[in-house]
């Protein structure tokens, strides 16, 4: 069983597409090589597979380099399932996992949310859709402060806050203020919730 997250940057076309698409890319060659592991389509829309427990917490790393621009957001639909034939090229490849997440992405454009989630099990889809809902009223509304803090606590979890403090150059109690009002704490426990519901798959 593998994860497929298929996306869409909201607003691209407001935004300086060679900062986003750059950084979008950087991050995306983090966790395997293009076009096997990942694609970018379509001028906005992008593609990737990765293991089921780190499904959440790639999905808040997206979310966070994308809100850490100024008007951009970021759609993503998570399909969980299996791959029964993989290509050299991502958006060749077919199986549940993808058939998921591609309808799911045509169903966010038009229901207004942001992220989601398909598996094969309603019951664990309509657990965590719910959480997905409330805790993207967080995710966002996240300003580009937050989200750049957020995002340097995803992608190097060792980082201190006296780290922070020195990158972001503001003080260690205004990065615990941040990471307080990012609920810093709730995210790291749903990600622990996120990765035992899919386990029961």
């Known amino acids: ?5 298929t996306g869409d940057i909201i607003n691209s076309q407001h935004a300086d597409t060679e900062v986003w698409i750059t950084r979008l890319k950087n991050l995306l060659e983090n966790w395997g090589s293009s076009p096997l592991a990942w694609e970018i389509y379509r001028g906005d829309e992008f593609q990737f597979k990765c293991n089921i427990d780190e499904v959440f917490w790639r999905f808040l790393a997206i979310k966070s380099l994308i809100r850490s621009q100024e008007n951009l957001d970021v759609r993503i639909a998570i399909g969980i399932g299996e791959e029964n034939f993989s290509s050299e090229k991502i958006t060749e490849s077919n199986g549940t996992a993808y058939v998921y997440s591609g309808r799911l992405l045509n ?7 942001t992220v989601s989630i398909k598996t094969s099990n309603e019951a664990v889809d309509r657990d965590l859709n ?3 809902k ?3 009223k967080d995710f966002d509304s996240w300003t580009v402060a937050t989200a750049e803090i957020i995002h340097e606590m995803i992608m ?4 201190t806050q ?3 403090a020195k990158k972001f150059a503001i003080s260690q109690s205004s990065v615990s203020q941040r990471l307080k009002r990012a609920n810093y704490d709730l995210i790291v426990e749903t990600n622990q919730y996120f990765k035992k519901k ?3 798959l």
């Open 130 to 132: 719910i959480l997905l």
């Open 162 to 164: 006296e780290d922070l």
């Open 1 to 5: 069983m593998i994860a497929v997250i």
């Open 134 to 136: 409330w805790s993207s």
């Open 107 to 113: 169903d966010l454009k038009s229901d207004g949310h």
């Open 198 to 200: 899919i386990s029961e």
């Open 156 to 159: 190097n979890r060792d980082i």
